[in-house]
């Protein structure tokens, strides 16, 4: 009887540490197996740095021109330009070409401030030059203030981060940033040779390299905007935040570095630190003669992203 009652047991007994063996099997082989896989995959099918930085300028093209936010944006813009273009350009223009044929005693930029402007060959760009370097410096420090703050807030970026570096994700957003705000000048620049054929078609070959070089010194002259607003958006909560910051600490620093050059003509040097600081010098100049002064905006762009990537590494997603 008591074979009968011990051999379920040595049976159950047995079931036991084979399906124990089974489950060791199940639990110690399977997972490094997948985890090997899984290490292979992001090693072969993950992205280069430069491949990453073509796909977060991508998304910055889809978020300002294929959202709603975006588009408004841009339209807001674009109505904005054209009665710039339609009224104070076109009309400042008219009275440049009139004294330049006219009247070499009074001038009406001599009134108002811009007498020096009168360095470009085309009265048109003369204008668009001297309202290029007040307004596209402030829409720069407007549109590229959520680089990176509002996704942080969100927790977004904290799963961005997991098919990509901190590195990348920082300076895609400022490349894409800047390409938009290239698309920007280039349209306003070309809206102005439009405004220029309409009063003489000839001018059309001449115009070109005028143009160009336009276009060119505007990209390095926001160039350092948009860097140190990269670096305030890898810091702060939110992009009202770090438009307000950039104003404090923009107008700020411009007058304790004037003062202190003021006082100690050896720190006159700490004037690179302030973003925009050359731009007096600058529309002293045209075409590309003003490129004499872009080793300032590179050196402050170099500068401000450097300290913002320092940010962005120690900062808490």
Known sequence: MGRYLLSPLKVHHQFNLQLSGVIQVKWAKVPITVNASLLVEDKTMQPGFFNHLLLICQFELNRSFATRKGLLSMVTFAVTWYFILLYPLRFAAGIAVQDHGLNQHFNLFDFIGLGSS??????????????????FPMLSITLSADQTCSDRERGTLRFIV?????????????????????LLISAAAFSTLALVLSRDASLFFSAMPDLLALIVNLVLIVLPFTAMMAALSAQVKSARQATLWAILIWTFMAGIVSGLAYYVPGLDFLKLLIPGYQLSEVAQLSGWQALQLAYIPLIQSLVLLTLGRWIMTRQTL
């Open 118 to 135: 009168q360095h470009w060959s085309i009265p048109e760009f003369d204008v668009f030059w001297q309202l290029a370097l007040i307004i």
């Open 162 to 182: 997991l098919r990509s570096s901190r590195d990348r994700i920082f300076f895609g957003r400022f490349t894409g940033v800047m390409l938009i705000q290239a």
